[in-house]
């Protein structure tokens, strides 16, 4: 079990919404981030927890393929170590998802 390394992908947008065809890119792209397993922790922040360095790429990949046209998009890999010592200056952590890496099965 070692030698996993879990790190935490983000994804960090900021879309236009001004037509409705904006808003509806928007709405596809946050969907689609849902679908590939992506957690919101704020509005247009999400993250993923990874657990090998293929999924981070498998995770890149999928990201790249369905960015909308416009709008910024940008993603961040950081290890579990540096996710947990995350510093809350306002707020805390809420937990309403289970997302631990107790559930993995490693075969």
């Known amino acids: 079990m070692s030698s996993l390394r879990f790190m935490r992908i983000f994804v960090f947008f900021d879309l236009p919404t001004e037509t409705p065809e904006d808003r509806r890119q928007y709405r596809r792209f946050r969907k689609t981030l849902i679908r590939h397993g992506f957690l919101?922790?704020?509005?247009?922040?999400?993250?993923?927890?990874?657990?090998s360095p293929a999924a981070e790429q498998?995770?890149?990949?999928?990201?790249?393929?369905?960015?909308?046209?416009?709008g910024?998009?940008?993603?961040?890999?950081v290890t579990e170590k540096q996710f947990a010592n995350m510093e809350f200056l306002v707020g805390a952590w809420q937990n309403d998802v289970v997302d631990t890496t107790e559930r993995v099965i490693v075969l």
Do not use: D, F, G, I
């Open 40 to 51: 919101m922790m704020q509005e247009s922040v999400y993250c993923k927890l990874l657990t």
């Open 72 to 77: 910024l998009v940008q993603l961040l890999t």
């Open 58 to 70: 498998a995770a890149r990949h999928a990201v790249r393929r369905h960015k909308p046209a416009k």
